[in-house]
């Protein structure tokens, strides 16, 4: 048994000053602060001057995928080891089929490289890169059977993962039938390639038109068309990912309106990162930030109308997209071809501290800092009471997090895989103290205790949140 004694626990409703029993993998009891048990066979965590906030919940990343010739250089241990670091005990990550490859083999490749090496819990998103009978039964088998419920489709990327409206209307209403979450990658890939090759004929090759030619309209044209899509079928249940413009947040805030099946995330990069400063760096070194949907310009006002969309819950979710890359030997696959850039960022273990520098700014209230990061995606996506809060019965997931320490990100310190950050510098008012995941410690005083092998793949229900 372990005793935290002397924190304030943060939940979606606020703070509370409370002691938290832990008895074996599970949150046990939550008492008054001094009102727990005295003495006994238990361990005693001191959280006095902390946070203590469920083990934060990242929706998105991408371990290992294959992408544009190469592979995201995080592993399932690598990445679910600095995820550990950052805060975050759980992952969903993204198993692939391909056009012409059978759903349950993809999903048996993700499980064959996930199982055994990750370091906290994990669980599965789908994506459909081929949609067709066979494809449209699997799902039906996949959330019965499998505990994925949940499917990814691609506006974008003709060729590799594209799916035409058709497809991604029959999609939609078979995911209407059987509960599921259709998550939309939402950018007009045909008209973006249209973009790409006018910008290289014309000799623009440097990594800033990259974001050039995925401009907003396209972003938010086809989370308009998702929308209206998912509407022809009854109102299918739609998760837009990695939304980034504020045009785009306007299609998602009126469905919300109108009190639609619709949600939407955003990741750190879109509410710290800009077009100008990052991917329009000298040279070559705006690759680093090549990620889709790409980072918008500084002097438009996404930035504050994103944050403002966290604050208002016309966006649910802040996770990653953590899709890391090399800059030596992977990100150079583009060097005279932009289009030729793996698109990734790699920020899994960043996300709990930058979202907590939201707060320290005033732009979260500290239950809205643990909702975005733990609670609402753990609802989202069928992990709740399991995950996403401290409460009795619930795993015992635990993060304190000290308000008064500082946190500085950098390649010398962080603990994924890539030989760069796209944080470098960045120093956030707070810091990840002690992480606990299914009652073992496994971060404390500045040391790594975990292991390879202790996360396990976690079945997920249905959405919470669906009408």
Known sequence: MILIKGGTVIGPTGATPADVLVVGEQVSAIFSPGQGPAEGDFETIDATGKYVIPGAVDAHTHMELPFGGTFASDTF??????????????????????????????????????????????????????????????????????????????????????????????????????????????????????????????????????????????????????????????????????????????QVAAARDLGRNVFAETCPQYLYLTLEDQLGAPGFEGAKWVCSTPLRSKHETHRADLWQGLRTNDLSVVSTDHCPFCFKDQKELGIGDFSKIPNGIGSVEHRVDLLYQGVVDGKLSLARWVETIATTPA???????????????????????????????????????????????????????????RGRVIVKDGAYHGGKGHGQFVRRGLSDYLI
């Open 77 to 250: 241990d690598t990445g679910t080891r600095a995820a550990a670091w950052g805060g975050t005990t759980t992952i969903i990550d993204f198993a692939v089929q391909r056009t012409g490859e059978v759903v349950q083999d993809g999903l048996a490749a993700w499980h064959g490289k996930a199982m055994g090496n990750c370091h906290i819990d994990y669980a599965f998103h789908m994506i459909l890169g081929g949609v067709d009978d066979e494809s449209l039964k699997a799902m039906d088998t996949l959330v019965t059977d499998e505990g994925i419920t949940s499917f990814k489709l691609f506006m974008a990327y003709p060729g590799v993962f594209y799916s035409d409206d058709g497809q991604i209307l029959r999609a939609m209403q078979k995911a209407r039938d059987n509960g599921a979450m259709i998550m939309m990658h939402a950018e007009n890939g045909p008209a973006i390639d249209v973009l790409v090759k006018q910008a290289l004929e014309r000799g623009e090759t440097d990594p800033i038109h990259h974001g050039l030619t995925r401009p907003e309209a396209l972003e938010a044209e086809a989370t308009s068309r998702a929308i209206w899509l998912a509407g022809v079928a009854a109102d299918c249940p739609l998760y837009i990912v990695h939304l980034s413009a504020s045009k785009a947040l306007e």
């Open 379 to 437: 609802r989202m996506f069928g992990l709740f009471p399991r995950k996403g809060i401290i409460a009795p019965g619930s795993d015992a997931d635990i993060v304190l997090y000290d308000p008064a320490a500082r946190t500085r990100i950098g390649v010398e310190t962080h603990h994924m895989n890539m030989d760069h950050s796209a944080w470098e510098g960045y120093e956030i008012a707070g810091k990840v103290d002690t992480v606990m995941s």
